[in-house]
């Protein structure tokens, strides 16, 4: 009887947002999303239904260190991270099914982004950020050759243009928003 009855009650976190399947169908949720049930204390039948629950705070995505390509044919190793959450629940639990399945996908596609971005611009606008004039000691500078170059965007921008290029399609496809991407 303990048994029974410990298995058909579960709690719904306030952090947190969730789905009651049974059978691997929908059967009730998202309980603690917007606009939807309450936080609380919540009863299901017990052994043929399966609670799944998804964060509803931002979460981090954090890219592996890649080598690339820039537009001047020059090789910059790149480390990426972004923050991101979960705005549609119901698409997200359809597409993904868990947090480790979007992290997988956001490898792929943020990764990709990345990688195009980086390769459509020169070394410069990838590594810095800002048009500033460089202090060089007179008795350093041999040539012309040793200046620094004038770049066009920074490295923000091209961060911004990464997260305008995926941020859509990860919301429509899998109910991901992209919050902050950044190199």
Request: hydrophobic fraction near 45%.
């Amino acid at each position: 009887v303990v048994l029974l009855v410990s298995s058909s009650v579960y709690i719904v976190d306030e952090t947190k947002q969730v789905f009651v399947t049974q059978f691997g169908k929908i059967v009730r949720g998202p309980i603690n999303g917007p606009g939807e049930e309450a936080a609380g204390l919540k009863f299901r039948f017990p052994f043929i239904t399966e609670v799944h629950a998804f964060e509803k705070r931002y979460l981090e995505w954090d890219g592996a260190p890649n080598q690339v390509t820039t537009k001047d044919k020059l090789f910059v190793f790149i480390d990426t991270y972004a923050r991101w959450r979960i705005v549609d629940a119901k698409l997200f639990f359809e597409k993904v099914r868990n947090e480790v399945g979007a992290q997988a996908r956001l490898d792929d596609i943020l990764d990709g982004e990345a990688r195009i971005v980086v390769a459509a611009h020169d070394l410069v606008e990838v590594i810095r950020s800002r048009q500033r004039e460089a202090v060089i000691p007179e008795a350093d500078v041999l040539d012309d050759e040793s200046q620094l170059k004038p770049f066009n965007q920074g490295r923000s921008a091209l961060a911004k243009q990464v997260l305008d290029n995926a941020g859509p399609n990860l919301k429509e496809e899998f109910g991901i928003e992209l919050l902050d991407f950044r190199f």
